[in-house]
């Protein structure tokens, strides 16, 4: 198609030297469609799959229009994806007006279509009141109907919901079954409630050795916060012997990959000089750290807060 246009483009040069003006202008024209149409054709031609991976090309490259144009034409073409993916580029305002509402009628045209993800995502909207009323019912129901589809994060999710009675009345039980089901599939972070559970006994005889190994699983797949339950072990001596060097390897490790528990575990360390020497000043700078990224500590640590930043603390 290349070698037409510019022989087209040669004609009308020739004719412009010969006089032939108004014959060259039309040659241009034409050339100009040819050109066109020849940029159009591979996108006409291009199948629902293929609109959706050029599409994710565009997405990767950070030009969410461009991702936004192709994933509404694979939509177009039948692509549940191209909805879904739509969807998420207004939930999160990425080279379009954020739009919740927008999301979710995306979200549901993809479930229609039998898209599982798009189901999880309705459940989360659901679960956050984002796009649509807030409804725990709702969201269990949808996390329900994406988990029978065999996606591990609502798997983990209905664990959640359980666990902290969210729509439904807490039993760690039925939250052991669920994270297990998701571990079972490869989820970290199910992986590592199953050890939390493990230690403190929740839907489960407390068994050390057990969070022990679901902490190291879940660590192995990159959870941060498994290294959390890994220090917390050995600075405890639950299971395994004491040894505050492995603790506080475990947090430092937690710490680095951004996770403010990790952190708040260093200035304990600090503080107690557990593995360290002991540095109050050291370990008041890790709360801080810790609290400006959204840390949230329990009674205990408040009032050990209180103590260590004082009026610092009360103004946070």
Request: aromatic share 16%; charged share 25%; proline share 1%.
């Amino acid at each position: 198609m290349k070698k037409i246009v510019l022989f087209v483009l040669a004609l009308c040069l020739c004719f412009t030297v010969f006089g032939g003006t108004a014959f060259a202008e039309t040659a241009a024209a034409e050339a100009t469609e040819t050109e066109t149409s020849a940029a159009e054709a591979p996108k006409a031609e291009m199948t629902a799959e293929e609109l959706y991976q050029t599409g994710l090309e565009a997405f990767d490259a950070e030009d969410y229009g461009k991702a936004m144009e192709y994933f509404l034409q694979a939509a177009d073409a039948g692509n549940a994806e191209g909805w879904r993916s739509a969807g998420y580029l207004y939930d999160y305002g990425l080279g379009v007006e954020q739009s919740h509402e927008k999301a979710f009628e995306y979200y549901q045209r993809a479930a229609d279509q039998g898209d599982v993800k798009a189901v999880y995502n309705i459940a989360d909207s659901y679960f956050y009141g984002e796009g649509i009323e807030q409804d725990y019912g709702k969201a269990l129901e949808y996390y329900q109907k994406a988990a029978d589809l065999g996606d591990a994060w609502a798997l983990y999710n209905l664990g959640l919901m359980y666990q902290n009675g969210k729509g439904v009345e807490q039993d760690y039980g039925k939250a052991f079954e669920y994270y297990q089901k998701a571990a079972d599939l490869g989820d970290a972070e199910a992986t590592n409630n199953l050890g939390a559970m493990y230690e403190n006994g929740l839907g489960v005889e407390q068994d050390y050795a057990k969070a022990l190994e679901c902490y190291q699983q879940a660590a192995d797949m990159g959870d941060a916060f498994a290294y959390i339950g890994l220090g917390d072990l050995y600075r405890f001596g639950k299971g395994v012997e004491q040894d505050y060097a492995k603790a506080l390897e475990y947090y430092t490790l937690a710490a680095e990959q951004g996770e403010p528990a990790g952190w708040f575990d260093l200035g304990e360390c600090y503080y107690e000089g557990h593995g360290l020497e002991k540095d109050p000043d050291k370990a008041a700078e890790w709360y801080r750290k810790a609290l400006e990224a959204g840390f949230e500590p329990d009674e205990a640590d408040q009032e050990h807060l209180k103590e260590v930043l004082g009026d610092e603390y009360q103004q946070k």
